[in-house]
Each structure stands twice: as structure tokens, then as C-alpha cells.
């Protein structure tokens, strides 16, 4: 069984970053593709983006240039670095993993088998 928390997440401004961490367990983190997913109060959970294992990304249209996805394979964290943030970024996001050998970036949300507690980003106009 995989566990993965998410932490990072706060109350911060209109413009302003915050970066969140996923660290998730498991002797063979290298090999998780991971992702980052949110969802916001009375709307569904969205793709915001995602790495594979060799470190290819990608991201949803909504967060391109702002937002960076990467990871520390020696810590087994995955970190989201968030920029130039806008109220409507203000959701509950979530840190998801699966194993995965084929270098892929999966979007899909039921692509992924362990999923994190979720940790709260509001952003203040």
C-alpha cells in the first residue's frame, strides 16, 4: 500500500506563490508517476498537471507558466511550485500516484491508484 501526503498548502494573495510537496511511500518511488489534481467548492476534481517517472510533464491550460510540477526521487517528494496565483486557482488540491514503467503523463483522474488527503490553497483578491 502506497500512502501519500500532501502538504504546503495556505492562505496567500492575489499574485503571490506557494509550493506544495506530495511525499508518498514505497521503495520504488522512482517509478510512480504522479499527479496533481484539484477541486474546487461545488465543482468537479480537475487535472492541473502531472510528471512520469523519467520527469516528462505536462499541465492544464489553466496553470501553463505558472505553475511547476517536479520531483525528488532521493526524497520521494513531488512538488508543485505555484506562481502569479489568481482566485480561481483557490481549491482543495490532491497528490495521486501510480506505478508506471512507460515514461507517460496520465491526465485522467482514474488513472491513478493512491490518492492523498488533499491539502487547502485559497487565494485572496
Known amino acids: 500500500q502506497v500512502q501519500v501526503v500532501e502538504s504546503g498548502g495556505g492562505l496567500v494573495q492575489a499574485g503571490g506563490s506557494l509550493r506544495l510537496s506530495c511525499a508518498a511511500s514505497g521503495r520504488t518511488f522512482s517509478s510512480y508517476a504522479m499527479g496533481w489534481f484539484r477541486q474546487a467548492p461545488g465543482k468537479e476534481r480537475e487535472f492541473v498537471a502531472g510528471i512520469s517517472w523519467s520527469g516528462g510533464n505536462t499541465y492544464a491550460d489553466s496553470v501553463k507558466g505558472r505553475f511547476t510540477i517536479s520531483r525528488d526521487n532521493a526524497k520521494n517528494t513531488v512538488y508543485l511550485q505555484m506562481n502569479s496565483l489568481k482566485p480561481e486557482d483557490t481549491a482543495v488540491y490532491y497528490c495521486?500516484?501510480?506505478?508506471?514503467?512507460?515514461?507517460?503523463?496520465?491526465?485522467?483522474?482514474?488513472?491513478?491508484?493512491?490518492w492523498g488527503q488533499g491539502t487547502q490553497v485559497t487565494v485572496s483578491s
Open positions: 495521486a500516484a501510480r506505478t508506471s514503467r512507460g515514461g507517460l503523463v496520465y491526465k485522467v483522474e482514474t488513472s491513478y491508484d493512491y
